[in-house]
């Protein structure tokens, strides 16, 4: 698969699968659980430094960012003005234009504020920044994004952190159809059919984070998720049958007693 | 003290010589000034500025980096700008 690499404004990637560093037991699991996935792009949140306990470790001593791509996010935005904000204080902090930009509309679901997001997306592309919008399974959204000048659109699967699997297919494999830039599933996956199914889809790429730091066994997941997208991804590239009603037999009748 | 102020760092009153510049309060800190970002008075601060930039009486510094997520974590969200506090 050493051919199949993604691109995202000028930025390559080997592995399909991006992952969030967040809910997991300690840094040493969270390194153990990325190496293991494979993963490239790798996902923060800002937030205050801990001034009071300054023995606290710092992500980066164990995520190096000479190894992987830091993708900042805009995660518990609830407005333009704060994920504009956020995403200011994350270049600052860090050493790209990449953000993905969460702005959403409600706690109890965390869905987009798909208003707010086209808003702040705007704002942010003119200030130069690589925009990565987390939207909602809207095609006509993932549109306006994409017109805005983001160079992938990050559709949800299901909600953050739920489990639940891909819960529209259609509409995704319509944002597939439609949208010419890159289209990474984000949110949602519970477990290794899930990422496969949304890479057969046509996804070119899956982010998840609760699905693996919130399995039983982390690192055994995000080796799981691992072969999935990498199963998915071979799937949908060789081109599966069409689904029909009736068998087709698969051994010649010719030659039967 | 005359030649100390009051400051408000992450949310926390706090006071220090009155001619602290924003890369010796992260000295004091032991924060790495590489891995962080500085806004002060919601003004986000070039990184190269940080030696030159001197603290006054009342300024209000957020010191951020980059944390594990992901998931939402409210609870450490820095503090809302003064210009739509409530």
């Given at each position: 698969?050493?051919?199949?690499?993604?691109?995202?404004?000028?930025?390559?990637?080997?592995s399909?699968?991006?992952v969030?560093?967040?809910?997991?037991?300690?840094f040493?699991?969270?390194k153990?659980?990325i190496?293991?996935?494979?993963?490239d792009?790798?996902?923060?949140?800002?937030?205050?430094?801990?001034?009071?306990?300054?023995?606290?470790?710092?992500?980066?001593?164990?995520i190096d960012p000479?190894k992987?791509?830091?993708?900042?996010?805009?995660?518990?935005?609830y407005?333009?003005?704060?994920?504009?904000?956020?995403?200011r204080?994350?270049?600052?902090?860090?050493?790209?234009?990449?953000i993905?930009?969460?702005v959403?509309?409600d706690e109890r679901?965390l869905?987009?504020?798909?208003a707010g997001?086209?808003?702040?997306?705007?704002?942010?592309?003119?200030?130069?920044?690589?925009?990565?919008?987390?939207?909602?399974?809207?095609?006509?959204?993932?549109?306006?994004?994409?017109?805005?000048?983001?160079?992938?659109?990050?559709?949800?699967?299901a909600?953050?952190?739920?489990?639940l699997?891909?819960?529209?297919?259609?509409?995704?494999?319509?944002?597939?159809?439609?949208?010419?830039?890159?289209?990474?599933?984000?949110?949602?996956?519970?477990?290794a059919?899930?990422?496969?199914?949304?890479?057969?889809?046509?996804?070119d790429?899956v982010?998840?984070?609760?699905?693996?730091?919130?399995a039983?066994?982390?690192?055994?997941?995000?080796?799981?998720?691992k072969y999935?997208?990498?199963?998915?991804?071979?799937?949908?590239?060789?081109?599966?049958i069409?689904?029909?009603?009736?068998?087709?037999a698969?051994?010649?009748?010719?030659?039967m007693? | 003290m005359?030649?100390?102020?009051?400051?408000?760092?992450?949310?926390?009153?706090?006071?220090?010589?009155?001619?602290?510049?924003?890369?010796?309060?992260?000295?004091e800190?032991?924060?790495?000034?590489e891995?962080?970002?500085?806004?002060?008075?919601?003004e986000?601060m070039d990184?190269?500025d940080?030696?030159?930039?001197?603290?006054?009486?009342?300024?209000?510094?957020?010191?951020?980096?980059?944390?594990?997520?992901?998931?939402?974590?409210?609870?450490?969200?820095?503090?809302?700008?003064?210009?739509h506090?409530?």
């Open positions: 698969m050493q051919d199949d690499r993604l691109i995202i404004a000028g930025h390559e990637f080997t399909r699968l991006f969030g560093t967040g809910k997991y037991k300690d040493a699991e969270t153990k659980a190496e293991a996935s494979g993963a792009v790798v996902t923060v949140a800002v937030r205050r430094v801990n001034i009071t306990d300054r023995s606290k470790e710092n992500l980066l001593d164990y000479k992987y791509t830091i993708l900042p996010n805009t995660a518990g935005c407005n333009v003005e704060d994920a504009v904000r956020y995403s204080l994350a270049r600052a902090a860090g050493v790209s234009d990449l993905k930009l969460e959403l509309g679901t869905f987009p504020d798909t997001l086209i808003e702040a997306a705007k704002i942010l592309v003119k200030e130069g920044f690589i925009v990565l919008p987390y939207t909602n399974d809207d095609p006509i959204v993932a549109q306006k994004l994409v017109d805005i000048g983001c160079p992938a659109v990050m559709p949800l699967a909600p953050i952190g739920s489990g699997g891909i819960r529209n297919p259609y509409n995704l494999k319509i944002i597939m159809e439609m949208i010419k830039v890159p289209i990474i599933v984000d949110a949602g996956v519970g477990t059919s899930d990422a496969a199914l949304a890479m057969e889809l046509g996804a790429a982010l998840m984070n609760t699905a693996i730091a919130g039983q066994d982390p690192i055994a997941m995000a080796e799981a998720m999935a997208v990498q199963a998915g991804r071979l799937a949908y590239k060789a081109g599966r069409p689904r029909k009603l009736y068998a087709t698969s051994s010649p009748i010719e030659g007693l | 005359e030649n100390s102020i009051q400051i408000q760092v992450n949310g926390e009153q706090r006071s220090c010589r009155a001619d602290t510049t924003i890369g010796d309060l992260l000295r800190l032991a924060i790495q000034a891995r962080v970002a500085v806004e002060l008075n919601l986000i990184r190269k940080f030696d030159d930039r001197r603290l006054k009486q009342g300024d209000r510094v957020e010191i951020l980096s980059f944390i594990g997520g992901g998931a939402p974590v409210s609870a450490q969200a820095i503090g809302r700008g003064c210009t506090a409530g």
